[in-house]
């Protein structure tokens, strides 16, 4: 059977350019309009009648949610450092649903808080879909969009179903990379310092961790890792803490960027220097982190692409497509100047 991603390849555009000429909506040149319809009759595309009905009776309004927050209000802990790293990715959020001639919408408080009512509310205003952002593996509106069958794109969460899918980084893979950088200098005791390991996410960089130092044939040491919540007084008193029980390590790897700033005051404040004393990495390389001192060592996440593709896969469930499996980005190591060799024992 002949699909649109088909026919926009031969046309030269996006699925959602396609998607745009065939229902007569967005704003559309009439050149492009017309190689789109003259690839869909080369090929003999024949549009899902059914899906393109879904969508007509849909608001082209995407509902955006962000966080576990019990009272249901979320700009106002855009604030916390915990969440710096969504910043970016909003931006590519909105700037992909803005291309596809869709609205955002971050519905108020409804009245009934519940995972059903959270559903029906969203029933009520007649979305096309939604995009989860960074929810808790514990919040019950995942498993409640799931099984509403609403097109729904989950963020740091995970959620899989019909008209479900999800998107994240490649966690393990990002932390098993920062710690082969630092075995490769000579560190054996390194610190982790992880906002929780409550969640997949968490779990899958400790894991990773100790992927590098069994590869290496070396053991990490248990009482090294802490949990200390995402923000950076969080990840400040962790270190202080950790500070005052031994001194033994030689290198630390926050759960974040924000959480490594927060550490390397910490780390000044006991008269250690990163990094002749300490060695020091972060998680995200967000824009902050080459403008700390010494500039931050980290992991990067795609931010763009989990922002643009979240909305991409979620249009092609609006569209009629099922079963979307999820996308898992790739993550890349930036050696800056908080790490160096080891100091000699």
């Given at each position: 059977?002949?699909?649109?991603?088909?026919?926009?390849?031969?046309?030269?555009?996006?699925?959602?350019?396609v998607?745009?000429?065939?229902?007569?909506?967005?704003?559309?040149?009439?050149?492009?309009?017309?190689?789109?319809?003259?690839?869909?009759?080369?090929l003999?595309?024949?549009?899902?009648?059914?899906?393109?009905?879904?969508?007509?009776?849909?608001?082209?309004?995407i509902?955006?949610?962000m966080?576990?927050?019990?009272?249901?209000?979320?700009?106002?802990?855009?604030?916390?450092?915990?969440?710096?790293?969504?910043?970016?990715?909003?931006?590519?959020?909105?700037?992909?649903?803005?291309?596809?001639?869709?609205?955002?919408?971050?519905?108020?408080?409804?009245?009934?808080?519940?995972?059903?009512?959270?559903?029906?509310?969203?029933?009520?205003?007649?979305?096309?879909?939604?995009i989860?952002?960074?929810?808790?593996?514990?919040?019950?509106?995942?498993?409640?969009?799931?099984?509403?069958?609403?097109?729904?794109?989950?963020i740091?969460?995970?959620?899989?179903?019909?008209?479900?899918?999800?998107?994240?980084?490649?966690?393990?893979?990002?932390?098993r990379?920062?710690?082969?950088?630092?075995?490769?200098?000579?560190?054996?005791?390194?610190?982790?310092?992880?906002?929780?390991?409550s969640?997949?996410?968490?779990?899958?960089?400790?894991?990773?961790?100790?992927q590098?130092?069994?590869?290496?044939?070396?053991?990490?040491d248990?009482?090294?890792?802490?949990?200390?919540?995402?923000n950076?007084?969080?990840?400040?008193?962790?270190?202080?803490?950790?500070?005052?029980?031994r001194?033994?390590?030689?290198?630390?790897?926050?759960?974040?960027?924000?959480?490594?700033?927060?550490?390397?005051?910490?780390?000044?404040?006991?008269?250690?220097?990163?990094?002749k004393?300490?060695?020091?990495?972060?998680?995200?390389?967000?824009?902050?982190?080459?403008y700390?001192?010494?500039?931050?060592?980290?992991?990067?996440?795609?931010?763009?692409?989990?922002?643009?593709?979240?909305?991409q896969?979620?249009l092609?469930?609006?569209?009629?497509?099922?079963?979307?499996?999820p996308?898992?980005?790739?993550?890349?190591?930036?050696?800056?100047?908080?790490?160096?060799?080891?100091?000699?024992?």
């Amino acid at each position: 059977m002949i699909t649109s991603e088909q026919v926009a390849r031969l046309a030269g555009v996006s699925r959602t350019t396609v998607s745009r000429v065939l229902n007569g909506t967005g704003r559309i040149s009439e050149e492009v309009r017309q190689r789109v319809l003259e690839a869909a009759a080369t090929l003999g595309y024949e549009p899902n009648v059914v899906a393109q009905s879904m969508v007509r009776q849909r608001s082209r309004t995407i509902v955006l949610g962000m966080f576990h927050v019990e009272e249901g209000l979320s700009f106002s802990r855009l604030g916390e450092t915990k969440h710096y790293f969504y910043l970016d990715v909003l931006k590519y959020i909105e700037a992909e649903a803005a291309e596809a001639d869709y609205d955002l919408l971050q519905p108020s408080r409804p009245q009934d808080m519940t995972p059903e009512g959270y559903v029906r509310s969203l029933r009520t205003r007649n979305v096309a879909g939604a995009i989860l952002l960074a929810l808790s593996s514990a919040d019950a509106r995942i498993p409640a969009l799931v099984q509403a069958d609403l097109p729904t794109v989950f963020i740091d969460a995970v959620g899989q179903g019909r008209f479900a899918t999800y998107i994240k980084s490649d966690n393990g893979n990002g932390a098993r990379q920062v710690t082969e950088h630092l075995l490769s200098l000579g560190h054996r005791r390194i610190a982790f310092l992880t906002g929780s390991l409550s969640n997949m996410f968490g779990m899958e960089r400790i894991l990773g961790a100790q992927q590098a130092f069994t590869s290496a044939g070396y053991s990490l040491d248990p009482d090294l890792i802490r949990q200390s919540g995402w923000n950076t007084e969080q990840a400040y008193e962790a270190a202080c803490q950790l500070l005052n029980e031994r001194r033994d390590f030689t290198a630390i790897v926050a759960g974040s960027d924000l959480m490594a700033m927060g550490i390397l005051r910490a780390l000044r404040e006991q008269g250690l220097c990163v990094p002749k004393d300490v060695s020091l990495t972060g998680f995200d390389d967000v824009g902050l982190a080459r403008y700390t001192e010494p500039g931050l060592t980290t992991v990067r996440q795609d931010k763009e692409a989990m922002g643009r593709q979240a909305i991409q896969l979620l249009l092609r469930m609006i569209e009629g497509e099922e079963y979307i499996p999820p996308v898992t980005l790739p993550t890349r190591l930036v050696v800056r100047q908080s790490t160096g060799p080891a100091p000699i024992a």
